[in-house]
């Protein structure tokens, strides 16, 4: 069992429609990242949150420790929102991320 | 302001082949990363490096070498390249440091075939 799921691995939406991407872990955390990769291939950190709720334009980040579980949401998704969003923790007491596999978002107008 | 700049960002090579991936950062940040990403799986880590001079071996290092003989390069070696080398290679960087670490900014991309 991977130590970070992602869950839906592929999500298609219309223009519009509020996206909710979850992700869940199983080791003790400092932080956990939220990554966009979009289909060029590059990757932009979106969020890094160890608590709580974090606002961004559109996006919001969401975690909750004791349940080992994050939610990204989107609100009002548009066509330029499709990417692969990854998910990542850090292990606390290391250096190191640990990443997802990825939920792929279609956007469709 | 250029972030994280990889070269090259394509390369065929052949088995046996020897090469090497730049990676430039101008942030001045103390870390470096380079993973690779393969189709269904997330990334993973090959080296790590918290400050010049250091390296350290992430999650996948059999078949690669490093080098950060200057604060802003990180550089990513193969010395016989094998068919299981072909990914995708990122390298990343951040401040690092506190126990819940910082943002990592990655670069574009170098995509390595090798036949």
């Known amino acids: 069992k991977n130590e970070v799921e992602q869950s839906p691995q592929n999500l298609t939406a219309q223009e519009g429609e509020f996206i909710t991407i979850n992700c869940s872990y199983s080791?003790?955390?400092?932080?956990l990242h939220w990554l966009q990769q979009h289909p060029g291939g590059g990757i932009v950190s979106l969020f890094m949150?160890?608590?709580g709720k974090k606002k961004h334009g559109r996006l919001i980040a969401t975690i909750n420790i004791q349940e080992k579980h994050s939610s990204l949401h989107i609100t009002a998704s548009h066509p330029r929102d499709s990417a692969v969003y990854i998910c990542?923790?850090?292990?606390?007491?290391?250096?190191?991320?640990?990443f997802g596999t990825g939920t792929r978002l279609q956007v469709f107008p | 302001n250029a972030g994280v700049t990889q070269t090259p960002k394509f390369r065929v090579l052949k088995t046996g082949q020897s090469m090497t991936l730049l990676c430039a950062q101008d942030?001045?940040?103390?870390?470096m990363y380079w993973y690779r990403q393969d189709p269904g799986m997330g990334l993973r880590l090959i080296h790590y490096?918290?400050?010049?001079?250091?390296?350290a071996k992430g999650e996948v290092p059999d078949g690669y070498n490093v080098s950060r003989l200057k604060k802003q390069n990180f550089l990513l070696g193969l010395e016989s390249a094998a068919p299981s080398q072909t990914s995708v290679y990122f390298c990343?960087?951040?401040?690092?440091?506190?126990?819940?670490?910082?943002?990592?900014?990655f670069g574009d991309g170098t995509r390595l075939s090798i036949l």
């Open positions: 080791v003790g955390i400092s932080a």
């Open positions: 490096s918290v400050g010049e001079g250091t390296t």
């Open positions: 942030m001045n940040h103390e870390y």
């Open positions: 949150l160890s608590s």
């Open positions: 990343a960087s951040s401040y690092g440091g506190e126990p819940s670490g910082q943002p990592q900014h």
């Open positions: 990542a923790v850090k292990r606390r007491g290391t250096d190191k991320l640990i």
